[in-house]
T-cell receptor, first 110, second 113 residues
């Protein structure tokens, strides 16, 4: 199973952009890259996903490297409510198994 | 229902007892996942159901763990002879049929004394 690696923690100032990196060097051609976040005492919630092209939605942007071996989740203006653990996940397009990485704990400073 | 529903939200049990955790996925979602999350840790895959296909049980940590699903509806995760290391939050999720976005329940927090 392809795996992901993320930094354990990151800090950001409120109102500033945040770039959360994820490495997935063993990604296969059919794996989708998903990002989820988990607020304290809650189940994870979907943020964004992509396959090859960069993606934007109301929550964030996803930048995918040309070789697909890494990706970056971009929060354009961090707020205190964005403090959470962010998981980079590969969804195996063949088996549909979601493989969670270690997650990055994002701390947002007021 | 509107979202993935799990029960109980909290369960405290004594070591050696059996527990049953329930997940009611979003109506129409054919697939269902169970994950375990120990305190301060990431999510561990346990089992995956897809329609009437044989479930992927590759993540179940021991034969004390089992799960069933009736058709495309409710699933139950059973832990027999619970041990203290089974203490965790057990999360259920079902992916939307089109985007594959995973919808998680709030989890069942299990504490084994």
């Amino acid at each position: 199973d392809a795996k992901t690696t993320q930094p354990n923690s990151m800090e950001s100032n409120e109102e500033e952009p945040v770039h959360l990196p994820c490495n997935h060097s063993t990604i296969s051609g059919t794996d989708y890259i998903h990002w989820y976040r988990q607020l304290p005492s809650q189940g994870p919630e979907y943020v964004i996903h992509g396959l090859t092209s960069n993606v934007n939605n109301r929550m964030a942007s996803l930048a995918i490297a040309e070789d697909r071996k890494s990706s970056t989740l971009i929060l354009h203006r961090a707020t205190l409510r964005d403090a959470a653990v962010y998981y980079c996940i590969l969804r195996d397009g063949g088996t549909y198994k979601y493989i969670f990485g270690t997650g990055t704990r994002l701390k947002v400073l007021a | 229902g509107a979202g993935v529903s799990q029960s109980p939200s909290n369960k405290v049990t004594e070591k050696g007892k059996d527990v049953e955790l329930r997940c009611d996925p979003i109506s129409g979602h054919t697939a269902l996942y169970w994950y375990r999350q120990r305190l301060g840790q990431g999510l561990e895959f346990l089992i995956y159901f897809q329609g009437n296909s044989a479930p992927d049980k590759s993540g179940l940590p021991s034969d004390r763990f089992s799960a069933e699903r009736t058709g495309e509806s409710v699933s139950t995760l059973t832990i027999q002879r619970t041990q203290q290391e089974d203490s965790a939050v057990y999360l259920c999720a079902s992916p939307g049929p089109n985007t594959g976005e995973l919808f998680f329940g709030e989890g069942s927090r299990l504490t084994v004394l």
